[in-house]
């Protein structure tokens, strides 16, 4: 679900979406809201929206982009608005917008990422944004960004937690409230995350 705007799947793949699309969130080609369902694409198996834009994975790995690009979050390398779906990369297999920047992971387990890099929370050790997608990391299996902050945080196969970005709250779990623009370790046998605007949880792998 992003700003004021609902996207869902269907059991037979297809993509819908309803509500606010000024910014061509939906990717119906239009920029115009809708008080109805309309259908998007096919035979998608994820999507992920926060804020102004959208991100869909099909079941041939490709990923597709829509919505607000001042930053870059689409990865089309322009600062475009979208009212289109845009073919992002191909190989994809899991993926997180957050608030205008996006992270998905390739099937060779590399974390890739693009948009608003203010804070860092793209994790390349810079605070500029990237247009296009920058690698972040490899053998990653798991990434969620901030649900509207900016930060980040992904799991490694060797079940590591890891942040980067803001941390002005306390979302890192690391003892202080320092940002930073590289990942940061958290803790150690790790299964899955989750982050809220200024907030995050994960499991391990003891259930906790």
Do not use: C
Request: proline residues 2%.
């Amino acid at each position: 679900r992003g700003f004021g705007y609902t996207l869902y799947i269907k059991e037979n793949g297809k993509l819908y979406g309803i509500g606010e699309n000024q910014d061509g969130q939906l990717g119906d080609g239009t920029g115009e809201n809708r008080d109805t369902p309309v259908e998007i694409a096919s035979e998608v198996r994820a999507v992920s929206a926060v804020f102004r834009h959208s991100l869909f994975l099909k079941e041939d790995g490709s990923l597709w982009a829509m919505g607000y690009n001042e930053f870059g979050a689409l990865g089309d390398g322009t600062s475009e608005t979208r009212l289109s779906p845009f073919m992002v990369d191909s190989d994809v297999v899991s993926i997180s917008a957050g608030a205008d920047f996006s992270f998905y992971i390739k099937s060779d387990k590399t974390l890739w990422g693009m948009g608003d890099n203010f804070l860092g929370q793209l994790g390349d050790g810079t605070n500029i944004d990237k247009f296009s997608p920058i690698q972040i990391a490899d053998n990653v299996k798991m990434v969620t960004a901030g649900g509207g902050g900016s930060f980040a945080h992904f799991i490694k196969t060797d079940h590591t937690l890891w942040a980067m970005g803001d941390n002005g709250a306390g979302q890192f779990g690391d003892g202080s409230f320092e940002g930073s623009f590289q990942p940061v370790p958290i803790d150690t046998e790790v299964m899955a995350v989750g982050g809220g605007q200024s907030d995050a949880y994960y499991l391990k792998t003891d259930g906790t």
